[in-house]
């Protein structure tokens, strides 16, 4: 299913709620695991295979994906992004792109009521050191939430040039796609934690897509 399927599949409310009553049973999957086996044979396998083949060229490379989830440059963006369609008049996009940051707040207070230390180096090994809680990944999350509410508009604003709009969807779909393996590659996370951290991403997208929908119809076209 390519990212414009996937959007217009969000639209059949009927199938939505399906999709988000699975979304919403892998996470409480992932929670219960992480719960019960705190350090599972799963995580650590997939620990193993995703660092087996380490090397200071991809310690960089997965480094610079997770580098816009750091927690300075990822306002930045949001903030930045904001301001760019405030400034070409796109007032409620602009508000609802500040709105993604809701997900770092559901994010930290999941993080505060599993309390699942991070991955230690005497189980993986330990590239980038990272603070807070480990479920669900806060990186993982955000970039599903953020990149993700970018892609359906440029999407859903085919008057933006298409060599921009077409840019821009390429570098958030892959970002979205690659953050998970490179925070498991950093040892910064383990599956459960970006796998959780992906589902949530979607549930939070999800809402906001269907708000700014709602308002959308509300008050009808923004002004030329």
Not at 36 to 53: A, G, N, R, Y
Not at 193 to 218: M, P, Q, S, T, W
């Amino acid at each position: 299913m390519d990212i414009l399927t996937f959007f217009r599949f969000l639209k059949d409310k009927k199938k939505a709620h399906y999709m988000l009553a699975i979304l919403i049973g892998i996470f409480l999957i992932f929670t219960l695991i992480v719960i019960i086996v705190p350090t599972s044979i799963l995580d650590v396998e997939f620990s193993e295979e995703i660092q087996e083949h380490n090397s200071p060229l991809l310690d960089t490379f997965m480094k610079a994906i997770s580098w816009f989830g750091v927690t300075p440059v990822a306002l930045c963006f949001v903030f930045g992004s904001a301001l760019i369609f405030f400034l070409f008049r796109y007032r409620k996009e602009a508000l609802f792109i500040i709105s993604t940051l809701t997900v770092t707040l559901v994010t930290f207070g999941i993080k505060l009521l599993i309390n699942r230390p991070r991955p230690t180096a005497d189980l993986v090994n330990i590239v980038e050191h990272a603070q807070h809680q480990s479920f669900p990944s806060g990186h993982t999350s955000f970039y599903v939430t953020f990149f993700g509410f970018i892609t359906f508009l440029m999407l859903r604003h085919p008057q933006i040039p298409r060599e921009i709009r077409a840019a821009i969807i390429s570098l958030c779909v892959f970002l979205i796609l690659s953050v998970p393996f490179s925070r498991i590659y950093l040892g910064a996370h383990w599956f459960t934690d970006v796998g959780a951290g992906f589902v949530l991403g979607v549930l939070v997208l999800y809402a906001i897509i269907r708000i700014y929908l709602y308002y959308k119809r509300r008050s009808g076209p923004e002004p030329e």
